[in-house]
């Protein structure tokens, strides 16, 4: 086993034949076990919004039968790595806290992002046959539209209040979680009230920056309380890690009101 304190959770190991595997991340638990071609997996899942502790792993564990349990016939490659994937399913970010913004200026937000989980078997440290997808955090899910008709089904997201100081000041991450920066300008020559902020993060690609892990940059221009446009951006002097799809959707979008549903689905 690799000296588990020089290694970061989503490092590529050796998994020795029949060895469980065990990960404890924010209070969530993933376990995996290769007996030849034969895995066996297993999450106990936890509630995001009582996530605790830090992300940590692998350790080698005892053989637990409490949780969703996956079973897979796949390759015999004894490598492995577990690396985090962001949902499809947007975020909607929610400012209980009430969110204005002064005309031209720019905010800082430092966001936490519940991720999803996929094992994949690791050639010369690259991710090559995915073995199991895992969900390791259950998100509360809310409305965001106009009507109860016209909308899209969102994941309840409550972000800390805004960082005070410059933007470039940004926060450690002791917990190895995965971390997202955005920035919210205002355009209009008025104030903006914002309430809700719908966030399109699955083609975010992920990035392995100085022992943390980071999104790419969400930069929302705001032209009204219901208007913006949403782009994004690779931070800097980082190592790639994850590839989003930039398939285009989300790279320059104009929202208002319902109008996110055509946007998200080409309708």
């Known amino acids: 086993m690799e000296n588990p304190v020089s290694r970061k959770w989503w490092d590529p190991l050796t998994l020795r034949d029949g060895i469980w595997y065990r990960w404890f991340l924010l209070g969530a638990e993933v376990l995996v076990c290769r007996k030849k071609n034969h895995w066996h997996g297993l999450c106990k899942d936890r509630y995001w919004r009582d996530r605790t502790g830090e992300c940590t792993g692998p350790e080698e564990a005892e053989s637990c039968s409490r949780g969703t349990v996956l079973f897979s016939s796949g390759p015999e490659d004894p490598s492995a790595a577990l690396r985090p994937l962001l949902p499809v399913k947007p975020f909607l970010l929610t400012f209980s806290w009430g969110l204005r913004l002064s005309p031209e200026t ?27 997808t895992f969900k390791p955090f259950v998100v509360n899910e809310t409305w965001y539209g106009d009507t109860a008709m016209e909308g899209l089904l969102c994941l309840s997201l409550n972000p800390d209040r805004p960082l005070d100081g410059p933007v470039e000041d940004a926060p450690e991450n002791p917990r ?92």
């Open 106 to 132: 720019e905010l800082a937000l430092d966001l936490e992002l519940p991720f999803l989980l996929r094992l994949s078997t690791v050639k010369d440290r690259q991710a090559g046959e995915p073995v199991f």
């Open 176 to 267: 190895q979680t995965l971390r997202c920066r955005a920035l919210l300008r205002n355009r209009a020559k008025t104030t903006v009230s914002l309430d809700r902020l719908p966030l399109l993060a699955d083609q975010f690609s992920i990035y392995e920056n100085h022992g943390e892990l980071v999104t790419d940059t969400p930069v929302f221009d705001i032209f009204g309380s219901g208007e913006f446009r949403m782009n994004f951006a690779s931070p800097d002097h980082t190592g790639l890690l994850v590839p989003g799809s930039k398939n285009g959707v989300g790279e320059m979008l104009i929202y208002h009101g319902t109008r996110i549903i055509k946007d998200i689905t080409r309708h």
